[in-house]
């Protein structure tokens, strides 16, 4: 719980002034035993640069940015903080970095985590993180993404748990009630064929390609009861050839082949998904909870159509995955930036939990964007503390938050994303979620099992 003391003012967090760790560069090792450097002058003139500056037609987030900055640097003079428009890139990030280009800190995908750490290219920030502060007190089942080996390399700052978006117009129009959404993956399966039979439209369907059939594959393993890998020492064996993966596949099988529910097209990608979505072609899929603001601002959807529920499970299910966005630290940037670059952090992404005029200023910032206030998330607060933020933004929120009580309310676990070679499964997975949507006769069985066995080396290769 936040104590009184932080939550007064993050104007008045220290860091501590020894500290920290040897940052390791990009040459592709893994950080080993860290190493404490001498002592780091956090009064010392610092400049960093941060990332995901609004373009120049989002006036309302360029100046609530620039307003930022300033009164950052009014707090901490010695701190000079340049913006620049540099977003995360996975094509295009490794460059950035080995060319000593890249920001001293900005936001990163949960999914690429694990791999940055694995190549020493995120900074070990553990010693830099003053105990009782907000950065210290976060969510605990949020951490384990940015954690290895009991040391911390990042800074939740936006999450979600995966879940069953649906579109609440289309329930209606199938009769549905859209208030009453199952929580088995037999109600959504007969959701989706009344959908399909009453409207025309797809009753459920999930991406395919780019690594996103695989990913929600994943997901619907999770909360069939089964993870896809099983790290014990230093040793990952993958799980993928389980009932919890054979039941999720046959779920897409019976959907596809017995209900017809599944639409007609079955290699489309995550945006693909996410149009088809927003122009009110799909009745049910899985994806973040966090979608709103996407199918509000980019696909056209109407706020309320836009239906958002926990994700389904079996009886032995273990849970949603979960995923957002992690501030990331430059490992090649020096101790006296880091400790400035976290300091940023904390004013910039933490500060509206515990300053009543932030939050509001920040809300009010989003809403003349014409950006969603008060969309569906994972709180990175513990529960009264992120009411009481909720309480201070009443007046600004946009969203009908009673609509997604449920989401919000569940108690479902947030489980992590694979901790080893994620993108690489995922990948494995596709074609096997394409071969059962497109072959009525796809051996379920021999396609995991031979998954399992391909997977299971490029671990142990890597």
């Not at 640069?49 to 707090?75: M, N, R, Y």
């Not at 037999?186 to 991406?207: D, H, R, S, V, W």
């Amino acid at each position: 719980m936040l104590t009184s003391r932080t939550r007064s003012s993050l104007g008045l967090a220290a860091f501590a002034t020894t500290a920290a760790l040897v940052l390791t560069g990009c040459s592709g090792e893994a950080a080993g035993e860290p190493q404490k450097p001498a002592a780091v002058d956090t009064a010392a003139p610092v400049t960093i640069t941060i990332g995901e500056k609004p373009t120049s037609d989002q006036e309302a987030a360029l100046k609530a940015l620039d307003d930022q900055v300033a009164k950052f640097q009014d707090l901490y003079p010695n701190i000079t903080v340049k913006t620049e428009e540099t977003r995360y890139d996975a094509s295009t990030f490794g460059p950035l970095l080995v060319g000593g280009t890249a920001p001293t800190t900005v936001g990163i995908p949960f999914t690429d985590m694990n791999a940055l750490i694995e190549r020493g290219q995120a900074a070990d920030i553990t010693d830099y993180i003053e105990k009782g502060s907000i950065l210290s007190e976060l969510n605990p089942t949020l951490q384990d993404v940015v954690t290895q080996d009991g040391r911390q390399y990042g800074v939740v700052r936006q999450a979600y748990s995966m879940a069953l978006i649906y579109n609440r117009a289309l329930y209606t129009q199938a009769g549905l009630d859209p208030d009453k959404v199952p929580t088995s993956w037999e109600g959504i399966l007969q959701n989706a064929q009344t959908i399909t039979e009453k409207t025309g439209k797809t009753g459920f369907i999930i991406p395919t390609t780019g690594n996103q059939g695989g990913w929600l594959l994943t997901t619907m393993s999770y909360a069939n009861g089964s993870l896809v890998e099983k790290t014990e020492g230093e040793k990952t064996e993958v799980t993928i050839d389980t009932d919890a993966m054979a039941a999720s596949l046959q779920f897409l099988h019976d959907l596809r082949w017995k209900a017809n529910a599944a639409g007609a097209n079955f290699l489309l990608g995550g945006d693909d998904i996410r149009n088809e979505l927003g122009a009110g072609n799909i009745g049910q899929t899985i994806n973040g909870g966090s979608i709103y603001g996407d199918l509000v601002i980019n696909r056209g959807m109407a706020g309320e159509d836009v239906g958002i529920a926990p994700m389904p499970q079996s009886s032995s299910g273990l849970g949603a995955l979960g995923g957002g966005t992690i501030q990331w630290f430059n490992p090649k940037a020096t101790p006296e930036e880091l400790a400035a670059a976290l300091k940023w952090t904390e004013f910039q992404w933490m500060n509206k939990y515990v300053d009543e005029k932030a939050a509001v200023t920040a809300a009010q910032a989003i809403k003349a964007d014409n950006r969603p206030v008060g969309a569906p998330e994972l709180p990175l607060i513990d529960d009264a503390a992120y009411e009481e933020y909720l309480g201070w933004i009443k007046d600004e929120i946009t969203v009908d938050r009673a609509a997604y009580a449920a989401y919000l309310d569940s108690t479902l676990p947030v489980l992590p994303e694979p901790a080893a070679k994620a993108q690489e499964l995922y990948a494995a997975l596709d074609p096997i979620v394409q071969a059962v949507l497109t072959d009525e006769k796809a051996d379920i069985a021999k396609l995991l099992t031979d998954a399992q066995s391909a997977v299971q080396a490029i671990v142990d290769a890597g």
